[in-house]
Nanobody
Framework: QVQLVESGGGLVQAGGSLRLSCAASGRTFSNYAMGWFRQTPGKEREFVAAIRWSGGSTIIADSVKGRFTISSDNAKNAVYLQMNSLKPEDTAVYYC????????????????????WGQGTQVTVSS
């Protein structure tokens, strides 16, 4: 059974940092890309970042470029989202997801590309 488990969310002041983790299990993910999305109440999920397990190429949304980075530890089957210079508008539930890596970068920006999802972790940034 595939499981994606996020952790690391919490409450932080504006300008602070958080590091989210996603632990993946239940199958081989070498042919997958891992993505982070976020969602606030009443809004659609927004793409944040993605990384391919094989090769490590990354995609970062313009809204967080320069502040967020995505990385992976293949040995641990874990993906991380380092979030710096956090703003109140970054407040959301952050989800980890897995998509087939043969999708192009543009396709990986859409939640429909992703097969597996975690339960989400809340990030709250206070002003």
């Amino acid at each position: 059974q595939v499981q994606l488990v996020e952790s690391g969310g919490g409450l932080v002041q504006a300008g602070g940092s958080l590091r989210l983790s996603c632990a993946a299990s239940g199958r081989t993910f070498s042919n997958y890309a891992m993505g982070w999305f976020r969602q606030t109440p009443g809004k659609e999920r927004e793409f944040v970042a993605a990384i391919r397990w094989s090769g490590g190429s990354t995609i970062i949304a313009d809204s967080v470029k320069g502040r967020f980075t995505i990385s992976s530890d293949n040995a641990k089957n874990a993906v991380y989202l380092q979030m710096n210079s956090l703003k109140p508008e970054d407040t959301a539930v952050y989800y980890c997801a897995a998509a087939p890596s043969f999708f192009g970068s543009r396709r990986l920006g859409y939640e429909e590309a992703y097969e597996y999802w975690g339960q989400g972790t809340q990030v709250t940034v206070s002003s």
